[in-house]
């Protein structure tokens, strides 16, 4: 039963959180690293009387394991391009599931081991149980720190793969080893048996993900025209689809044999469908809010759950020898099974892969150090029954409270040791330092916003917003950090131009986005030619990442759900060759618009900017290649009205009807942000002009 008290913690424990954010800051530590503290002090002052109520702050193993993963899954998986994904499958798949099954095995041998040594007895099926529930790393925590230390793109991408889908497969072969402690092993065919049902178990689960995945990516395709609903069904998918798994797998049976489904995976490869090939489909307006609502959702799951661990954290009895000692073992086993897990496996990786996509030795190291334990673990803990029995058990503890122990011990090692010094291995391992790149994106950034400031204070001045002494003050600093920094810029001209380029390219591309995306939301594309020229710059923004500035004009990059997708709509519904000159058409069409919406912004660059900050050749190149892209896509219009000049009035009178439609829109906007109409006329005339 849900009590008052209990409520009241829980709001305690989130504005803490909240807090807790900006005093990580200001102390220099982990956010995480705060939140379990915090959950340490709860725990102690629960113990006296005064506070006793806070022990009424409790979670238990359905609320964790329905709640809240639900919402940490979708929220690390929905932001993973599917393209960069796949480019690294290989590796993250070697770690998600060879490095844990070789993890959970040395955990489980070498615990068990090295406990005999000291006269503590653990039957081997314990050990492995805790190998498989502790060797899932935590993503929330570890892609936190990466981000916030600077670490390479595609090593962040690497360790979120594999934790996002090494959560999948701990949870499905701890089950499976939960089986076996509770009905007994039964040799080769235990063995057999649980090979099949692990393979089964992640094969059914994509699968059931990927179904459910496009079901509701094309119901938010149906009620894209609001928001609200669009938004309410991303929510929906991620438990519809966990919960779904869930109901299969202990309620229908297939020849006497449960249908048993990977609620982990089935989820995590939803959200991936719906980030990757239902994202364009969701209203631009619930875009943006669909990102926050899942971060907020994932951040206050996370704050409950590490303030949790500290809680529990208090309820060891560390007063006893007989638990010190297996919590200083494990937590050196679980450090050591995490090294054995990807030294070899990453070495064999190297052994049979291209140079460009080896992993470094430096990327190794982190890989093997920065494997944060979290949420998932606990879950799994209590998703152990309390009242288990276990032959030979001898130890007073129960096996349960036990493996908790153990539990807590490795989480606390990760969260104040290896959490607290992943910045500094990073400086070590010098994988902190910025690119060629970064530093000339840095020194531009930094110049061009010195300059806005200098011209805003100006603007300040003349309006007598501040004073003649600040004035001169503040313009003085900023002019001086101007001046070094194009200083910088200039020196890094001639020996650096093609970064220049790169940085000009990029930007560049940023324009063509966000244009692209306004020719979408007002209807003047379909969703076929928004999906094929956003892969085309996508595939194009990487390959500029990686330096390589020589181009086709046009590259397609769908992803795979795109080009599976389109090949059965092919077959369904083909296109007529009048339709097909439509969108062929709207795509150049597009093109054009995109390339001189490129040219505008380039061309109003000052000509100080141009020479100081990006270099006047480089620019004059960019701006040469663009007017290019334009030209080539207005030659490729004409040809298609020349192809079909049938289609000349028919083409001209729907592209004017977008237009008029983007017009009415804005004008009722800015009539209803004036308050110049009540709300009631505001969507009476939405309705009226079929306003979005």
């Known amino acids: 039963m849900l009590e008052l008290s209990t409520l009241l913690i829980v709001c305690a424990v989130l504005t803490i959180s909240s807090l807790a954010v900006f005093w990580s800051k200001a102390l220099r530590v982990p956010h995480t690293v705060l939140l379990v503290a915090f959950g340490v002090l709860i725990g102690l002052l629960s113990t006296s009387e005064t506070f006793s109520f806070l022990t009424s702050f409790h979670l238990t193993p359905e609320v964790l394991f329905f709640i809240f993963l639900p919402a940490l899954i979708f929220e690390s998986a929905y932001n993973i391009s599917i393209r960069k994904l796949a480019s690294d499958s290989a590796i993250i798949s070697l770690f998600a599931v060879v490095s844990l099954l070789v993890s959970t095995v040395a955990i489980g041998y070498g615990l068990s081991f090295l406990l005999s040594l000291i006269g503590i007895e653990v039957p081997l099926s314990i050990t492995l149980l805790f190998g498989a529930l502790i060797s899932a790393t935590d993503p929330v925590a570890v892609l936190a720190l990466f981000k916030e230390y600077g670490a390479p793109r595609r090593l962040s991408l690497i360790f979120e793969g594999e934790s996002l889908f090494n959560d999948a497969t701990s949870v499905a072969l701890f089950l499976i080893l939960l089986e076996v402690v509770l009905h007994g092993f039964n040799g080769s065919q235990t063995l057999l048996e649980g090979s099949i049902l692990f393979s089964f178990m992640i094969a059914s689960g994509v699968l059931f993900g990927v179904l459910c995945g496009v079901v509701f990516a094309k119901c938010i395709e149906y009620t894209r025209a609001n928001e609200f609903a669009s938004i309410t069904l991303t929510v929906v998918l991620a438990y519809a689809t966990f919960l779904g798994s869930e109901f299969i797998s202990h309620h229908i049976e297939i020849g006497g044999y449960d249908l048993a489904i990977s609620s982990i995976i089935a989820t995590t490869i939803a959200s991936i469908v719906m980030g990757n090939y239902g994202r364009p489909k969701i209203h631009p307006r619930a875009e943006e809010f669909v990102d926050k609502l899942w971060g907020q959702l994932a951040f206050m799951a996370n704050s409950v759950i590490f303030i949790m661990v500290g809680i529990l954290f208090t309820n060891i009895p560390l007063g006893e020898a007989d638990i010190i000692f297996p919590i200083v073992i494990s937590v050196f086993v679980v450090a050591f099974a995490r090294a054995l897990s990807i030294y070899p496996v990453t070495y064999i990786f190297n052994l049979f892969s291209d140079t460009s996509k080896r992993i470094p030795r430096s990327w190794q190291h982190l890989l093997s150090w920065g494997s944060l334990r979290g949420a998932l673990a606990v879950t799994l803990v209590l998703l152990i029954p309390p009242d288990i029995t276990i032959p030979g058990w001898a130890l007073d503890i129960a096996p349960r409270d036990f493996i908790l122990t153990l539990t807590i011990g490795c989480i606390f090692f990760t969260i104040f040791v290896k959490a607290t010094t992943i910045q500094a291995l990073m400086r070590t391992l010098k994988l902190d330092r910025m690119t060629e790149l970064e530093k000339i994106e840095y020194q531009e950034a930094c110049a061009l916003t010195h300059r806005e400031v200098a011209v805003r204070l100006k603007v300040f001045f003349e309006r007598g917003y501040i004073t003649e002494h600040a004035y001169t003050t503040l313009l003085h600093e900023h002019e001086a950090e101007y001046k070094k920094a194009c200083s910088i810029l200039q020196e890094s001209h001639t020996e650096t ?135 080539g896509s207005q030659a490729k219009m004409e040809e298609s009205i020349a192809a079909y000049p049938d289609l000349t009035e028919k083409i001209g009178t729907l592209f004017a009807s977008h237009g008029i439609t983007k017009v009415e829109e804005r004008v009722l906007n800015s009539l209803y942000s004036r308050e110049l109409i009540t709300p009631k006329l505001y969507v009476t005339l939405k309705e009226k002009f079929h306003v979005e």
Not at 548 to 558: K, Q
Not at 575 to 580: D, G
Request: proline letters at 2%; charged letters at 30%.
């Open 497 to 631: 131009r093609d970064y220049v380029v790169q940085v000009l390219r990029m930007y560049a591309i940023g324009i063509e986005k966000k244009a692209l995306k306004e020719l979408y939301h007002y209807g003047e594309i379909n969703e076929t030619v928004y999906k094929r020229i956003l892969g085309k710059l996508t595939v194009q923004l990487e390959e500029i990442e990686k330096g390589n500035l020589d181009l086709p004009t046009i590259i397609d990059g769908r992803d795979i759900f795109d080009r599976t997708l389109a090949r059965i709509g092919a077959l369904l519904r083909p296109l007529s060759a009048s339709q097909k000159a439509v969108e062929q058409y709207a795509y150049y069409r597009a093109q054009s618009i995109i390339s001189r919406k490129v040219l505008k912004e380039l061309n109003k660059i000052h000509p100080e900017e141009a020479h100081s900050i990006f270099s006047k050749e480089s620019l004059l190149h960019v701006i040469d290649l663009y007017t290019e892209f334009r030209s």
